[in-house]
């Protein structure tokens, strides 16, 4: 098995190459008060412009490239030319759009694949001098806190212990939180106020508690590579999952047994929405059915169990799972597979949302331009 497994970081206490054609522009009567949110992550680079409204905000226009930014990046520790070609052909397209929005307020983020190359660094002053983008290279606790705000708005006024995973291309966020403090109704608000940390509380409001969170260094793409010599789907399907519960170990609610009742976890990922619209049996994609669905653990598993019974040749061929998520389904439905086996629940709260609305949120809320409330 090639490639060095990093151990999870914790806190203290995702040739020739078609050219990339830019996507039809939808109108935008109102250029005062957008704003830009992107992330570049191990597999693809996503953008929203989105101007606020109410409690939340409306988006504008979007763009999704799978960019495979981290290919090759486990065998050989740096981007690959092909690789920084695919996205710098993207970034393009969304400096573009950006300025053809006239968007003023943004945040641009690179996520694990540009933390762990060797060549990671020169690569985003590169993407600056050709693009004009300044891309952040973030941290793992501010994905995390991203992540978190943006699955805000699907937060159970009955939950008093929330888990929320992040499952990227490169790496895996999970953030525990106790609600218990917190008053039903304010629950949902709690969440958003962690948009400046998961430490940040407010005078005379109650808080939630971050009881501990982690950021494994496997996500879709680098434990795919991790078992890429193992030959048959099913034992390479196995070992995927039991590897990456074993990178929870130091995780604190996995040593001890939790209670059932009043748990909630919100899973943000490719990996979610494609097994929700695969349990849907949508044929074309709708986030409106997929968005705040809430799945059983035995419907989970048995939408990965037809994945298993396809093999590789079957998922490529599905309209369910698509051309981009063939190649990695399998390896995020090991880290779904395993997460539910470890925690006290048999539901999932399914969020098609992630890194960007959290930045979204987080810009907004800074400005003062969302209204109070929960969403």
């Known amino acids: 098995m090639e490639g060095v497994v990093m151990a999870p970081r914790r806190p203290e206490s995702a040739g020739a190459v078609p050219k990339t054609v830019e ?15 992107l992330d570049l992550g191990t597999n693809s680079c996503r953008m929203l412009i989105a101007r606020p409204e109410g409690s939340q905000f409306k988006v504008v226009d979007s763009f999704s490239k799978s960019v495979q930014l981290g290919s090759g990046l486990e065998k050989y520790g740096r981007l690959s030319r092909s690789a920084i070609y695919r996205t710098l052909q993207a970034l393009r397209v969304c400096q573009q759009k950006i300025k053809r929005h006239k968007v003023e307020r943004m945040r641009l983020v690179a996520t694990e694949a540009c933390r762990r190359a060797a060549n990671g660094k020169s690569f985003l002053t590169r993407v600056e001098k050709e693009t ?10 501010e994905e995390a806190q991203l992540a978190v705000v943006s699955c805000a708005p699907l937060v159970n006024p009955g939950t008093e212990q929330l888990l929320v995973v992040d499952i990227g291309g490169g790496s895996t966020e999970l953030v525990w939180i106790d609600l218990r403090d917190v008053p039903p109704a304010e629950r949902a608000r709690a969440i958003m106020r962690m948009h400046g940390g998961f430490k940040c509380q407010e005078a005379g409001r109650p808080s939630a508690r971050v009881v501990d969170w982690i950021s494994v ?12 010599d193992v030959e048959d789907d099913s034992a390479r399907f196995a070992l995927m999952s039991w590897f990456f519960e074993e990178n929870l170990a130091e995780f604190a609610p996995y040593k001890n047994e939790q ?17 929700a619209a695969s349990h ?10 997929v968005d705040g669905l809430c799945m059983t653990s035995d419907e989970i598993d048995l939408v990965i169990r037809k994945y298993l019974a396809l093999g590789p040749l079957g998922r490529r061929k599905d309209p369910r799972i698509g051309m981009d998520r063939q190649a990695l389904i399998m390896s995020g439905a090991a880290i779904l597979q395993a997460l539910l086996r470890c925690w006290p629940t048999d539901r999932l709260s399914v969020a098609d949302r992630g890194l960007r609305e959290g930045m979204l949120y987080a810009l907004m809320s800074a400005d003062g331009v969302l209204q109070d409330g929960q969403g």
């Open 23 to 37: 996507s039809p522009a939808l109108s935008s009567p109102c250029p005062d008060g957008l704003y830009a949110a």
């Open 217 to 228: 260094p496997l996500g879709v793409a680098t434990l795919r590579d991790q078992f890429n």
């Open 280 to 289: 849907l049996g949508l044929k074309r994609y709708d986030r409106n059915k």
């Open 259 to 275: 209670p059932r009742e009043g748990f909630q976890i919100i899973g943000t990922s490719g990996t979610v929405t494609t097994v």
């Open 132 to 141: 004009g983008l300044r891309l952040d290279m973030i941290a793992p606790q």
